[in-house]
T-cell receptor
C-alpha cells in the first residue's frame, strides 16, 4: 500500500483565499483524522471520522474550517477564508485498530503558508 | 482540559549515550499512552502502553508507564545518529470517543 496520501504538499496563499487540503487514507482503514502542527501548539486534533461519519469536530478552530469525507477513500479539509494564523502543517492520519494498538498512520503533511 | 507535558524540550548527546525522555499527563478517563517518533515529516508509531510497570521494548528503545504518578519514560540506549528526531508522547482519553492529546515533543539530536 502507498500509505496515506496528502495533497498538496506545499501551499502558499494570500489571506482571504480558500484552501482545500486532500487526503486519501490507507485502504481498509475506517478511521481518518485531521491534525494541525505548529511550533507553538504542537499537534492538535481537528476532527476525526469513523466509517466516513464525523465523530468529533470539537478541535475545529472556527466556522472557517470544514471537513468532509464523501467516501472511504477521500477526505478534504477546507479553510475559507484563510488567515495568516492558519499557517501550519496539516496532517491526515488513518487507522483501523487504534483502540487496540494506538497506531495511527500519518501522511507526509501539507505545509500551508498564508500571507 | 487534558494536558501532556514532555521534558526536556531538547537534548543533544553523542553516539553511544543513553537517553531518557519524560512524559507526564493529566487527563480524564485515561485509556493508553503512546510514543511516536517524528523525523523530517510524518510521526511514526513506537509504543502503546496501558498498564503500569510493564516495560515495552523494541531493540534499543524501551518505555514504561506509571499510572499512579501519571508519567512515562522512553529510554534509548547506545544512541545512533539515526535516532535524531522529535519524540512525541500522546495520551488517549475519553469514553467511547477517541481523544488523543499530544505533548509538544522532545527534540533529540545525536552527534557522531
Amino acid at each position: 500500500d502507498a500509505g496515506v496520501i496528502q495533497s498538496p504538499r506545499h501551499e502558499v496563499t494570500e489571506m482571504g483565499q480558500e484552501v482545500t487540503l486532500r487526503c486519501k487514507p490507507i485502504s481498509g482503514h475506517d478511521y481518518l483524522f485531521w491534525y494541525r502542527q505548529t511550533m507553538m501548539r504542537g499537534l492538535e486534533l481537528l476532527i476525526y471520522f469513523n466509517n466516513n461519519v464525523p465523530i468529533d469536530d470539537s478541535g475545529m478552530p472556527e466556522d472557517r474550517f470544514s471537513a468532509k469525507m464523501p467516501n472511504a477513500s477521500f477526505s478534504t479539509l477546507k479553510i475559507q477564508p484563510s488567515e495568516p494564523r492558519d499557517s501550519a502543517v496539516y496532517f491526515c492520519a488513518s487507522s483501523w485498530d487504534y483502540l487496540d494498538t494506538g497506531e495511527l498512520f500519518f501522511g507526509e503533511g501539507s505545509r500551508l503558508t498564508v500571507l | 482540559e487534558d494536558k501532556v507535558v514532555q521534558s526536556p524540550l531538547s537534548l543533544v548527546v553523542h553516539e553511544g549515550d543513553t537517553v531518557t525522555l519524560n512524559c507526564s499527563y493529566e487527563v480524564t478517563n485515561f485509556r493508553s499512552l503512546l510514543w511516536y517518533k517524528q523525523e523530517k515529516k510524518a510521526p511514526t508509531f513506537l509504543f502503546m502502553l496501558t498498564s503500569s510497570g510493564i516495560e515495552k521494548k523494541s531493540g534499543r528503545l524501551s518505555s514504561i508507564l506509571d499510572k499512579k504518578e501519571l508519567f512515562s519514560i522512553l529510554n534509548i540506549t547506545a544512541t545512533q545518529t539515526g535516532d535524531s528526531a522529535v519524540y512525541l508522547c500522546a495520551v488517549n482519553s475519553g469514553g467511547s470517543n477517541y481523544k488523543l492529546t499530544f505533548g509538544k515533543g522532545t527534540l533529540l539530536t545525536v552527534n557522531p
